[in-house]
């Protein structure tokens, strides 16, 4: 019964239309039906095991090896598709279903594999896609829009360059209505394209062509013409509607400007009065415009004829009026000219009139046509302008010949002006000398800074001249030469107050070579220079200095030059003043005014910095606390007045012992500081001890009378050694001299 089960089964195969093979559990075939190896045109022994794969297409044989064992060994049915060899050489595609075999009690015994050709199907669906693409491509790169949507106005393609103009992606647009996208549902000039859009659907056949206003994206208004070519499914039902748009906006402007055009022409030529006109040769018809009926002041229901129309010409033009007519009919070229002619109510006007030929197309002037207007206002007017010429000739002539005479004059005016002029520029340029001056004496805060300003900015002011600036030594009761600039140093260093005749008087003194005798005595005698000028400098009614001008060239101090050099003066005076107020005052806020010593606030600012940088440098800072012995008995036996006489004896030997570095405080009553920067400990010892023995070895004298030994106690503490705060340090400092003081005063001891 296996038997002849098996055998009803091969003959079945061998007779399906079917390719039909089988495999066994080594993966190898074993059985190809007969319209298989008709196919192939190979043996059954030829195909057994993996001899069938030999007519695979190489480029589809590892895709086909790899589905197969991948499907086998999961068990698992495949469908494949790959090209096989038949009997002539050529290759085939096959569509291949294999299904795993089992027995009834579920034992895997291998394959059962079909394949059928579909060559045919394959390559047409090649052919599909290949005219599916070609499409494609052509939709794409044309560059109109190309819109497919269907009767309810639904989006459902759109390609490339018709997103790219609308402003809209595939996305944001197919599967929306038109009306929701690129038509507005009112258009600019008010038409309701949501009703165009519906009649579009309901007639397609009545919109083959349209042109209407779309919008894109970005609210811009856009013209597109729209070509239409409606889509009908079998029963003549209208599908969808394919559509091509091209952009038209900027012919639809064009148009619109256009007819804007004409309109303003025939505007205007209604409010110029241009008429127009055209004559025909063979009939001898003239057409005229309205204007050319108001021009001659004729009925527009009156016939116009050649003659007629020539015979309203002023006599004397009639003849230039049938040349000018002969030589555009002879030649065709265009001519202009104007003629005199007669109204309908027997005035006289003049008409403009440009006359060109009509051609035929054979080139043959079958006519004549042209524009006329009157103008006759304006040959009056030009009449009247050819009087008034003559009228104004004549006056300007007279007032060419006045203006001769006032020329001269205006000259000398101009002359002036000018000269004028530079003044005011020169003024002007001082000015802002004067005022930059003032800008940098205002930021000085020394004196000599003050005077290195001037000495910087006045020598341009003042060429081929020397300048020098004194201040006055209150003490020594002499004026000392501070700055200096120029070639020629005319003047002592170092002179009194009557050397000087501006000193004397109190004002400036110029003198030139002509008053030799008048140079003040300060001046070098020899080498006296040709001009000097001298300029108190006076703050507060107090003279502070003297401001000196000298050249060796007669005429360089002029008197424009003096007045800028009294306003320098003025300022430097000033300036000095301000200087040495805010010096009296910044000495005043951190000065004992007693003993001259600093006090205790400017030796805490002091001490401060002073650590700071010893900080940084790793420097070692002396500080020396001193107390003046028995102090209360001064005070108690001989005054205050005692008391503050010895406190000044020893501010003085503290000031004159110390280096210019160094400074002495007064601490408090009779407590004194004395700070010593980049000094270790042992230096600042025999400092203080070099103080001790300078004030113990002394004898005060006051009023008349010397007092008794005068002793010092001395207390030496270092940074960083007892601190590194400048309270500590001072801490320190004053348990060393309290400890001088208990060991019996007049003596100098170290802090621990």
């Not at 480029?59 to 090209?83: G, I, K, N, S, W």
């Not at 300029?535 to 003096?562: H, R, V, W």
């Not at 007693?594 to 800072?621: D, P, V, W």
């Amino acid at each position: 019964m296996l038997k002849e089960s098996e055998g009803r089964f091969f003959n079945l195969a061998d007779h399906a239309p079917i390719l039909i093979w089988m495999s066994g559990l080594d993966k190898g075939c074993f059985y190809f039906n007969r319209p298989w190896l008709d196919f192939t045109g190979r043996t059954l022994q030829q195909e057994e095991g993996n001899g069938w794969a030999e007519g695979v297409h190489p480029d589809d044989f590892q895709r086909c090896l790899d589905t197969y064992v991948q499907a086998f060994d999961a068990r698992q049915p495949f469908t494949m598709e790959y090209r096989l060899r038949n009997a002539a050489g050529e290759y085939r595609w096959l569509l291949d279903n294999g299904i795993p075999h089992f027995t009834s009690d579920g034992k895997f015994l291998g394959y059962i594999g079909s394949c059928v050709d579909i060559n045919d199907r394959h390559e047409a669906r090649l052919r599909i896609e290949k005219s599916e693409w070609q499409y494609r491509n052509l939709v794409e790169s044309i560059n109109n829009t190309i819109l497919r949507w269907k009767p309810t106005g639904e989006i459902i393609f759109i390609n490339q360059y018709g997103q790219d103009f609308f402003g809209f992606t595939e996305a944001e647009i197919v599967g929306k209505s038109v009306m929701e996208t690129i038509v507005s549902r009112i258009s600019s000039s008010g038409e309701n394209l949501e009703t165009l859009v519906k009649d579009i659907c309901d007639n397609p056949d009545k919109y083959e062509y349209n042109e209407n206003e779309n919008i894109k994206k970005n609210g811009d208004r856009v013209w597109v013409a729209w070509k239409n070519k409606p889509i009908f499914d079998a029963q003549g039902n209208l599908v969808e509607v394919l559509a091509t748009g091209t952009d038209i906006t900027d012919r639809k402007l064009s148009e619109d400007k256009l007819r804007q055009r004409e309109i303003e022409l025939t505007e205007t030529q209604k409010l110029a009065k241009l008429g127009r006109w055209k004559f025909e040769l063979p009939s001898g018809k003239i057409d005229w415009s309205e204007e050319m009926y108001e021009v001659f002041g004729w009925d527009p229901q009156s016939p116009v004829t050649y003659e007629n129309a020539t015979a309203v010409i002023v006599p004397g033009d009639r003849q230039r009026h049938q040349d000018v007519v002969d030589k555009v009919l002879e030649t065709g070229e265009t001519q202009g000219f104007t003629f005199r002619f007669f109204r309908c109510d027997g005035t006289e006007g003049w008409i403009w009139t440009r006359i060109e030929a009509v051609h035929h197309p054979n080139g043959e002037v079958v006519g004549l046509q042209g524009v006329a207007m009157d103008v006759s206002a304006q040959k009056r007017a030009e009449a009247e302008l050819e009087k008034l010429n003559e009228e104004l000739e004549q006056r300007v002539l007279e007032r060419t010949q006045a203006l001769a005479k006032s020329e001269e004059r205006l000259y000398q005016v101009n002359e002036q002006l000018q000269q004028r002029l530079e003044e005011l520029k020169r003024r002007n340029k001082e000015m802002e000398v004067l005022s930059t001056l003032s800008d940098y004496l205002q930021s000085c805060v020394v004196v000599p800074d003050a005077c290195a300003s001037v000495a910087a900015l006045a020598p341009p002011f003042f060429p081929n001249t020397a300048g020098t600036i004194f201040l006055f030594d209150s003490a020594a009761n002499y004026f000392e030469m501070v700055k200096s600039w120029g070639n020629v140093t005319c003047s002592q260093t170092v002179f009194n107050r009557l050397d000087c005749w501006a000193l004397r008087r109190g004002q400036a003194h110029w003198v030139g070579e002509q008053q030799h005798d008048l140079f003040c005595n300060h001046l070098n005698s020899q080498c006296l220079p040709k001009e000097s000028l001298c300029i108190p400098l006076i703050a507060q009614a107090e003279t502070i200095g003297l401001f000196n001008l000298c050249s060796d060239q007669a005429g360089s101090i002029n008197p424009e030059q003096q007045q800028l050099a009294k306003a320098i003066a003025e300022q430097i005076s000033l300036a000095i003043a301000n200087i040495k107020l805010r010096e009296r005052l910044e000495n005043e806020s951190s000065r004992d005014p007693l003993t001259g010593l600093f006090n205790r606030r400017y030796l805490k600012q002091f001490l401060m910095q002073e650590i700071s940088r010893a900080r940084r440098h790793n420097h070692a800072i002396g500080v020396i606390m001193a107390d003046i012995d028995h102090f209360k008995q001064f005070n108690d036996q001989l005054g205050h007045d005692a008391g503050d006489h010895v406190l000044k004896i020893i501010a003085r030997i503290l000031q004159s012992t110390i280096r210019g570095s160094d400074i002495a405080c007064r601490y408090g009553g009779e407590e004194m500081i004395i700070v010593l920067p980049q000094t270790p400990m042992v230096d600042t010892f025999v400092k203080a001890e070099q103080l001790r023995t300078a004030i113990d070895g002394m004898q005060v004298e006051y009023k008349g009378k010397y007092l008794q030994s005068l002793t010092v106690s001395f207390g030496v503490a270092c940074y960083p050694n007892q601190g590194k705060t400048m309270e500590a340090i001072i801490e320190a400092a004053d348990l060393a001299l309290y400890r001088a003081k208990a060991a019996g005063r007049n003596r100098v001891l170290m802090a621990n």
